[in-house]
């Protein structure tokens, strides 16, 4: 039985409730076959988790951290004060103000520590698998002509889109 990879990509979330929204990212990393893991881990109710998951992150071999949380959301913040990997943090549409809290928590950061923040909700979920995928393929040729030929096909399709 072949030896599964090590993952390159973690995909954290503060809740198992935010799983709708990231199994969206999961599903980008996947379709370019990008090994990660998927866990739930809160900088709020777990922050020794938190904590011990971002300052073991790169001797694992972990080479981008995706974290998205909702409300105060301070998940990726607090993973990115732990480790220099790149953090792309995903705000979660929240119940009461519609991820705005998420979005501001999440971007709001001090100079010193960054998060590179997406969109609330599924594109955003999207778009940083998307992110740590062009990150990798600096360094990996087969990835970069994936990503390449996943904007081709993108482009292709909107292209023959037909109106009513
Ligand atoms: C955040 O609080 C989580 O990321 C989630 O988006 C939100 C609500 O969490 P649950 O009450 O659904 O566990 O920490």
Redesign the pocket.
């Known amino acids: 039985m072949a030896a599964a990879k090590k993952p390159l990509v973690g995909v954290l979330?503060?809740?198992?409730?935010?799983w709708d929204t990231m199994q969206h990212a999961a599903a980008t990393l996947a379709r370019f076959q990008v090994a990660h893991e998927c866990r739930v881990v809160?900088?709020?109710?777990t922050p020794q988790a938190a904590a011990d998951y971002a300052q073991g992150a790169a001797a694992r071999g972990l080479e981008v951290v995706i974290a998205?949380?909702?409300?105060?959301?301070h998940?990726a913040g607090v993973l990115a004060a732990w480790t220099t990997l790149p953090v792309l943090g995903v705000p979660?549409e929240?119940a009461s103000l519609k991820g705005l809290d998420?979005l501001l928590s999440t971007v709001q950061m001090p100079g010193g520590i960054p998060v590179a923040t997406f969109a609330i909700g599924k594109p955003g979920a999207i778009n940083a698998a998307l992110f740590a995928v062009a990150v990798l393929a600096l360094s990996d040729p087969g990835l970069a002509e994936k990503l390449a030929e996943f904007r081709r096909e993108q482009a292709a399709k909107v292209l023959a889109e037909k109106l009513p």
Do not use: P
């Open positions: 979330m503060g809740s198992k409730s935010d809160s900088a709020h109710r998205a949380a909702g409300g105060a959301a998940l979660i929240s998420s």
